[in-house]
C-alpha cells in the first residue's frame, strides 16, 4: 500500500465542518503519511493541531488569485512549493472532497468528456474553462473536485509556463494533467453521481445532505489533524 502526503488548501467560507470529514475520510480510507493544510492564521480551525503529521503551512495569498478562473490561486501553490514542507509527490484535496472506500493505490480522473460538455453548454463558466483548456491542449479536462496526484518539480515547470502564459484563466487540473498525462481514467462529476460508492463532493450543503449526514455519522474517528 502507497503512503501519501496529502495537502489541502483552504479558506473558511462556510465553517470548517466539510474540511475536518475530508481529512477523517481520507485518514481512514488512504495510507496518509501526513496531512498538509495551507490556509491563514485566521481561517485555522481549532480543532487542528499541528504536529509532525499535521503541518500547517500559513499563507497570506490563500484569498487572492491570479487569474479569473484559477483555483488555488498562482501565489498560493507557489506558496507551499517554497516552503519546504512539501514532498515530492502528494495529493492535492478539496476541503468538500470524501473518500468513501479504502484505496491501496490512488489513480488520478479526469471529467467524462460527455458529462462535462452537457454541463458546459448551460453554464458560462464551465464553458469559457472549456474553451481555455482545450484551446491551448487537445486534451482532456480535469476539474473536478477529486484529488489529484501531483510531482513538485512538475508543478513548478506548470508554474513557470502559467506565469507566462498570456490567458492565465486555465483550469488548473486540467493545464496539469495535459502537460503531464498520468494514465487517468474518466469519471463522472462526484457532485452528480455518487453511484460507485467511492468519493463524493458536497458543494457547500454538506450538513444538509442523506449522505453528508450518513458520513458525520459513520466517520467519528478523529483525523490525524486531530490528535
Not at 462556510?14 to 475520510?25: A, D, K, N, P, V
Not at 508554474?159 to 484563466?169: A, D, I, R
Request: some cysteine; hydrophobic content about 35%.
Amino acid at each position: 500500500m502507497s503512503s501519501y502526503d496529502a495537502v489541502w488548501y483552504y479558506r473558511d467560507c462556510s465553517g470548517s465542518t466539510e474540511l475536518r470529514y475530508s481529512m477523517r475520510t481520507a485518514s481512514a480510507n488512504l495510507n496518509l503519511r501526513r496531512i498538509i493544510l495551507l490556509c491563514t492564521q485566521e481561517d485555522l480551525p481549532v480543532w487542528f493541531i499541528p504536529s509532525s503529521r499535521a503541518v500547517h503551512i500559513e499563507s497570506s495569498t490563500v484569498r487572492h488569485h491570479h487569474g479569473v478562473l484559477i483555483d488555488p490561486s498562482w501565489g498560493h501553490m507557489s506558496h507551499w512549493l517554497n516552503s519546504g514542507l512539501v514532498e515530492e509527490e502528494f495529493l492535492l484535496f478539496n476541503d468538500d472532497f470524501y473518500v468513501l472506500q479504502p484505496i491501496s493505490e490512488w489513480t488520478d480522473y479526469y471529467r467524462d468528456p460527455a458529462d462535462y460538455n452537457a454541463k458546459a453548454r448551460n453554464n458560462r463558466y464551465y464553458a469559457r474553462r472549456t474553451e481555455a483548456s482545450w484551446h491551448y491542449y487537445s486534451g482532456p479536462a480535469y476539474n473536478l473536485h477529486m484529488p489529484m496526484r501531483l510531482v513538485t518539480d512538475q508543478l513548478r515547470s506548470m508554474l513557470e509556463w502559467w506565469e507566462q502564459c498570456p490567458t492565465p484563466n486555465l483550469d488548473f487540473r486540467t493545464l496539469y494533467g495535459c502537460m503531464f498525462p498520468t494514465g487517468a481514467i474518466p469519471h463522472r462529476d462526484v457532485k452528480n453521481d455518487i453511484s460507485s460508492g467511492d468519493f463524493y463532493s458536497s458543494s457547500n450543503d454538506f450538513e444538509h445532505t442523506a449522505v453528508g449526514q450518513q458520513i458525520m455519522r459513520e466517520y467519528t474517528t478523529p483525523s490525524i489533524a486531530e490528535g
